[in-house]
């Protein structure tokens, strides 16, 4: 099977990796629904597995995903692994939340910063992290203020091998490459926001930065039950607070991707197939909590890039992104 691999800091990871925000289950986060309802603990333990098992070695955690609970679930799932997975796991985690506190702003502070990767490592039961991320900093965010001297020692000391940015925008993703801060992005991509691939070819940064893509499969709406009949979340998802507007555009344009769902793996694997199509280096990480999105993860390593000429009907039938996301 061709697994996609990206070599980094002399380690091979998964292109394609096993984004674990599901796994923090049911939690609100300042009075609303910030998770994606409750989880089968076993069948998380058993889809982390599987990815292990087939390859897939590269997971994307944070801190804040069900304070902390989404690291304690996959830290567990890894320390039980029996099996022979195909490299050593590798683990992206996010500092910014404070877990003693109930509210108020994240703190990027280098008290925090270490705090943050010594409590992440207990929770995974890990001697180390591959990559640790700043979580969502505003997007005007004065990087030249932070001290980066922390971020070294832990490189250096070998607690991380590299650390960066997950944003929350376009504008943060561009505020975080003209600082130059770190060597690790990770930014929203998916077939129906493509405004992030500009950077991975630009001359300026593809040889610096890996540029970690996430909400691939648009926040699980792409998918064959949205050509098949309108969302609808519990009041414990997150998706339950979009905007009627963003569900409606979204809706309308994944059924103009329709052409993908006669694809072999259909419509959700054909989108993880999108991410695999640009030759750079690039790691996209959908939200995995059960072993049949386990599977479709793993076909989509299997099947590989999608042709040059699906790709032009994609960029064809939707536009670039949804306009007030600009």
Request: proline share 5%; hydrophobic share 40%.
């Amino acid at each position: 099977m061709n697994l996609n691999y990206l070599s980094f800091h002399d380690r091979q990871i998964s292109r394609i990796g096993f984004g674990c925000w599901q796994l923090a289950g049911d939690y609100d986060w300042n009075g609303r629904p910030n998770g994606y309802g409750a989880i089968d603990p076993g069948e998380a333990v058993r889809a982390i597995h599987l990815a292990l098992d087939t390859g897939i070695n590269f997971f994307d955690t944070a801190i804040a995903y069900g304070f902390g609970k989404s690291e304690l679930v996959l830290g567990a799932a890894l320390k039980s692994y029996k099996g022979s997975s195909n490299g050593q796991p590798f683990i992206c985690t996010k500092y910014g939340m404070v877990l003693d506190r109930e509210s108020g702003n994240d703190d990027f502070s280098t008290v925090n910063f270490t705090e943050s990767v010594e409590g992440s490592l207990k929770r995974l039961q890990a001697d180390s992290l591959g990559i640790i991320l700043l979580h969502n900093p505003p997007d005007d965010f004065n990087f030249a203020a932070l001290d980066i001297a922390p971020f070294e020692t832990m490189v250096a000391t070998g607690k991380v091998f590299a650390y960066g940015v997950s944003c929350r925008t376009q504008k943060g993703v561009a505020n975080v490459l003209n600082h130059g801060f770190g060597s690790v992005i990770e930014a929203v991509y998916n077939p129906l926001d493509r405004r992030y691939e500009k950077h991975f070819s630009d001359a300026l940064y593809k040889d610096k930065y890996t540029f970690i893509c996430r909400v691939p499969l648009a926040s699980g709406l792409i998918s064959p039950r949205t050509l098949s009949g309108d969302p609808s979340f519990p009041t414990n998802d997150i998706r339950s607070t979009f905007s009627r507007e963003q569900v409606e555009w979204v809706t309308s344009n994944v059924r103009k991707l329709a052409f993908l769902q006669d694809l072999e793996g259909g419509i959700s694997v054909s989108a993880l197939r999108f991410q695999l199509s640009n030759p750079y280096s690039t790691v996209t990480i959908p939200g995995i909590k059960n072993t049949k999105q386990a599977n479709d993860a793993i076909m989509a390593m299997r099947l590989g890039p999608l042709s040059t000429d699906v790709i032009n009907n994609i960029t064809e039938a939707v536009p670039e992104v949804f306009y007030k996301w600009r």
